[in-house]
């Protein structure tokens, strides 16, 4: 079992939300305890917001608790209107990640002894307020994982395995089961890319000249994220028309391999250069000693659509799908490597990535 950083957190969290109870005497520590768990967080941004809302909802809990108790009693069926009443203005307020704590909130208040009512409501709806503010402290204190590495780290094993899989499709190589199951793969593991990413945005800088340089840093991972989507795309195509790519004539096949290979070896150029592992004044140009030209590979692929296939008649719009997703990828890798060097020109202290 792998013990992550969250799990280790909402550990702790509880640790001092107890001793904080047990340091007060509070008569119910559970109930600190409980509240913890709900607001550990990731981040400090999103605990900070999660607090906020937490903090509503316990609010919000308790004053219907009390309400309904002075109104109705705490017959168990009251309980359950209470509850229902409070999901409904949590909804209608915008609270809906605080809903579970809040209802924590009416349990436990209108659960509570009738004799000294509102003394008793209103130290257990502080304790749940205590368990939210031990967890906050937590992530205060905890420092959260660096996830800018882990981003980095994420997509460049996602560019590896798709360039992998690309340069075996490619030469009709690769195996379609496994194939198929590692396209599956992928896109989840692109997916998370998109959650790492937004984990990261979060992330807050104390310095202001840390700021511009994680604005651009950002716009540089979006469009790496947004390049691995292109070169998934084309790795898809390949697999979904093999036959229909099999089938073009071999000069064609092979300028296709010779293009879509230099492709595949600039992208591998750009993560290198980002980690600062080529020098800031060369220049990335993965065709300079090859006369594979874009014009004539697309002159090619026009002569094949333009031929009568009586066999297969959607096999035109086949090969203009392949090559637009070519294209698209060869033009969003140039953007990419503009914004990488326009990145270590202004940024040269933070030009060299690391670990």
Do not use: C
């Amino acid at each position: 079992m792998k013990l992550g950083a969250r799990m280790l957190k909402t550990g702790i969290a509880i640790i001092l939300a107890l001793l904080i109870a047990e340091l007060f005497h509070i008569p119910t520590p559970a109930f600190v305890g409980i509240a913890a768990i709900f607001a550990i967080q990731p981040t400090i941004y999103r605990s900070y917001l999660t607090v906020i809302e937490q903090i509503q909802g316990n609010i919000l809990g308790a004053v219907l608790a009390i309400g309904f108790v002075l109104a109705l009693g705490n017959h168990i069926l009251v309980i359950g209107l209470a509850a229902v009443v409070a999901i409904g203005l949590m909804v209608k307020f915008k609270l809906e990640n605080a809903i579970r704590l809040a209802l924590v909130t009416i349990v436990a208040v209108m659960a509570a002894p009738t004799d000294d009512f509102l003394q008793v409501a209103l130290l257990r709806s502080g304790s749940i307020f205590l368990g939210i503010v031990s967890s906050f402290i937590v992530n205060l204190v905890f420092l959260p994982p660096k996830y800018e590495t882990k981003l980095f780290e994420s997509i460049s094993a996602v560019t590896e395995d798709i360039i992998k899989w690309t340069r075996l499709s490619t030469r009709f190589a690769s195996e379609e089961g496994l194939l198929k199951k590692d396209l599956a793969k992928l896109k989840e593991r692109s997916a998370a890319n998109n959650q790492l990413y937004s984990m990261y945005k979060e992330e807050r800088k104390y310095f202001r000249r840390s700021e511009y340089s994680k604005a651009r840093k950002l716009v540089i991972y979006r469009q790496m994220i947004y390049v691995n989507q292109n070169s998934l795309a084309i790795l898809k195509l390949q697999h979904k028309y093999e036959n229909v790519l099999y089938q073009l004539p071999e000069d064609l096949q092979v300028h296709t391999r010779r293009r879509l290979d230099f492709l595949l070896s600039y992208h591998e150029q750009l993560l290198m250069k980002f980690m600062g592992r080529v020098r800031q004044e060369i220049e990335l140009d993965p065709f300079q000693d090859e006369n594979v030209e874009i014009s004539q590979l697309f002159d090619r692929f026009i002569k094949e659509v333009k031929k009568d296939d009586e066999y297969n008649e959607y096999q035109p719009y086949h090969l203009i799908h392949f090559f637009s997703a070519l294209l698209e990828y060869e033009e969003q890798l140039e953007h990419l490597d503009r914004l990488i060097r326009s990145f270590q020109l202004y940024h040269k202290k933070d030009a060299v990535f690391t670990k």
